[in-house]
């Protein structure tokens, strides 16, 4: 039912969480990245009061388990909320997760039947980034993610995966389209690396192969498979087969590259294509859209959302090749943006047909993490704590000529990339800056680090450089700035960018790229999230200042204070190298419990890897369900599953190397 502006003033929750049992025991992954949204109304005003990503709170890197009740969520969720002053009984309307939304009449099944739900939703995380634009200008809005999950739209195993819609004023029209997503979904399965590895490994190492066709999958099909059509596979073959012995002599290598391994460059020549193809299937969304509605790029904007819109060397290619008017993305564009989008679109549709008024205005709505005084009078770091000093910029820029620091400021950013408010900085003009950050957070040695750079400036330093407040776009180092900052420069010559407003949220760290810059003469910092290995960015002031003293950084900025760490090694010795505790402690039962549970749900023992290959395949529609507290049927169920794993298409593809 459309109610306009009949919906009720007051604070609203939008929540992308799963709440499932035999999900929980099992650890089957339903929903990951999942996050949480708090919005406030008041008349035709949407404000976005808080945001969470879960991971930031349990440690767990993209938090890939679901709950086991609705009171297990309710509780982690007033937990959350509970700093606000607020829990779920003040929430006049929640949304998003079954067995813990309040209502259900938001969802777009029946507006676009034919569309999937979670897409539907990426694409109004950005296309809604800024109302005004939405209805007022024109935006052709592309959603390209991995894969949809069915929580709320049990039916979208059988939809388009993909989302486009092109907005003219308000009018809002919405179409299938593509995402090169799957292909990196199977590279990441095959190589067992994360995409953003691969991305980067595509750009580093330079050998290459010549082209093996890649014969892009029809146009908005959603029965093509890239894991029964091995798509890749000759592509893979073909680097397979190559060696560093005879690669100097074989005509489809270009060589390879002595500063990397023998599987590192056949990744990259591999990736290289991969990422060709990519862009190649981004383009022909975009043209047949312009094609199909007869509009002008000029006069358009581009929104992109979806894990894919991570990819910063596709999303600059597209606004360099069609001249966009500009580019609407949020921070949160991978899956940890889904309670954004599923926020707004409510708002949007709840309250046609009046307008809303909403504008995102920058990345820091998460949780500002306590008080410094607090921390530093709990003892926790007691025999630690050098001098504590108020900020000064000028000290703060010698500190980075130095050594890398750790640089805590205010509310969390949203997303996965670190924005300024949790970073670890360094100097950008020595290749040793990137060497210290990338041996403090244990990755490789050809990882690049971004730099964030003072707004007004970018232009100076990089080749059609425009701004780029959420780091997602890439651009090429102008020649005679390479020798200035060397760390941060891909080795292909670009570097991803973030740049910097003398605004409230980020005004601390503009007053250090201001002094770095005034001290010598470069207005540029390197810039890397503040985590280790594995885990999830840090959230609060105790993670940080644990994390410094482990890793053995000096000095700390935190919420405007320097603090000088002092007894590095006295403090390891107690504290071991393992991560801080974070605030809450996901698992809600004892190991007892937890058996008992399980005995509860699955009484006839059915084997673990059974029961999670059936898990995952019900959630995508794909395979009968029974009732697991019967015999016969959890006899019946484990013969199906045998025979479904026995069948090409559910093989798990892997690197025979890794």
């Not at 950005?126 to 929580?151: C, H």
């Not at 910029?393 to 500190?399: G, K, L, T, V, Y």
């Not at 450089?465 to 760390?487: D, N, Q």
Request: proline share 7%.
């Amino acid at each position: 039912m459309w109610r306009g502006e009949s919906m009720q003033d007051g604070y609203y929750l939008s929540t992308y969480f799963h709440i499932g049992p035999l999900d929980y025991l099992t650890g089957t992954c339903i929903r990951h990245d999942p996050n949480m949204a708090l919005f406030r109304k008041e008349g035709g005003d949407i404000r976005l009061i808080r945001y969470w990503e879960l991971e930031r709170f349990t440690g767990h890197k993209q938090h890939r388990q679901s709950f086991y009740s609705r009171e297990h969520a309710a509780g982690v969720v007033n937990e959350l909320l509970g700093p606000l002053g607020l829990s779920l009984e003040d929430m006049t309307e929640v949304w998003g997760t079954p067995g813990l939304a309040t209502c259900s009449d938001y969802h777009s099944l029946d507006d676009f039947p034919d569309l999937s739900y979670h897409s539907i939703s990426h694409l109004f995380s950005a296309v809604m980034a800024d109302s005004r634009l939405f209805y007022e200008g024109n935006v052709l809005g592309l959603a390209v993610d991995g894969i949809p999950d069915d929580v709320v739209d049990r039916e979208a195993g059988s939809k388009p995966f993909f989302a486009g819609c092109l907005v003219r004023r308000g009018k809002l029209e919405l179409f299938p389209v593509q995402s090169p997503g799957p292909l990196w979904d199977w590279s990441s399965t095959y190589y067992n690396l994360r995409e953003g590895t691969l991305m980067a490994l595509a750009y580093a190492s330079e050998c290459a192969v010549n082209p093996v066709p890649l014969e892009l999958p029809p146009a908005y099909d959603r029965n093509f498979n890239i894991w029964e059509h091995d798509y890749l596979r000759p592509l893979i073959e073909v680097a397979d087969k190559l060696c560093e012995r005879d690669a100097r002599e074989n005509p489809t290598c270009t060589g390879f590259d002595p500063r990397f391994t023998e599987r590192e460059n056949k990744i990259s020549a591999v990736m290289k294509q991969v990422q060709e193809a990519s862009i190649a299937l981004m383009e022909r969304n975009v043209e047949a859209i312009l094609d199909t509605y007869g509009v002008k790029p000029e006069e358009t904007y581009l929104a992109l959302a979806g894990g894919y819109a991570l990819n910063c060397p596709t999303n600059s290619h597209l606004m360099r090749k069609y001249g966009f008017k500009g580019m609407i993305a949020p921070p949160c564009v991978n899956d940890s943006g889904l309670s954004l989008g599923m926020g707004l679109y409510a708002f949007y549709r709840k309250m046609s047909p009046a307008r809303i008024r909403f504008r995102l205005g920058h990345a820091y709505h998460g949780a500002a993490g306590g008080p410094l005084e607090e921390v530093l009078r709990s003892g926790t770091f007691a025999g630690c704590i050098g001098s504590v000093t108020p900020f000064e910029e000028s000290r703060a820029a010698e500190d980075l000529c130095h050594a890398p620091v750790v640089w805590f400021d205010g509310p969390a950013e949203m997303g996965p990339r670190a924005l300024g408010a949790r970073s670890l900085l360094g100097d950008p003009r020595s290749p040793a800056a990137k060497d210290a950050l990338n041996a403090v957070k244990q990755r490789e040695w050809w990882r690049p680090v971004a730099p964030v750079i003072l707004a007004g400036e970018v232009g100076e330093w990089f080749e059609e450089g425009c701004p780029s407040p959420y780091m997602l776009h890439t651009f090429r180092v102008k020649e005679e700035k390479r020798e200035l900052i060397p760390a941060v420069i891909h080795l292909d010559g670009t570097a991803r960018v973030q740049t910097v407003e003398d605004a409230p949220p980020t005004r601390n760290l503009y007053r250090l790229l201001r002094a770095f810059k005034e001290a010598t003469g470069v207005p540029v910092l390197c810039n890397t999230s503040l985590n280790g290995k594995g885990e999830p960015i840090i959230q609060d002031i105790g993670e940080a200042l644990h994390f410094a003293l482990v890793k053995g950084i000096e000095v700390a900025y935190i919420n405007g204070v320097r603090v000088q760490l002092v007894n590095h090694g006295s403090y390891r010795d107690r504290a071991g190298a393992v991560s801080f505790p974070r605030r809450i402690e996901f698992s809600p039962m004892s190991p007892e419990e937890r058996e008992a549970a399980m005995l509860r749900h699955n009484p006839h023992r059915i084997p673990l890897e059974i029961l999670k290959f059936y898990m995952e395949r019900i959630e995508r529609g794909g395979i009968e369900r029974y009732d697991l507290t019967d015999p016969k049927q959890a006899r019946r169920l484990i013969r199906e599953v045998q025979l479904h794993r026995s069948r090409p298409g559910e093989r798990e593809a892997r690197d025979p190397e890794a």
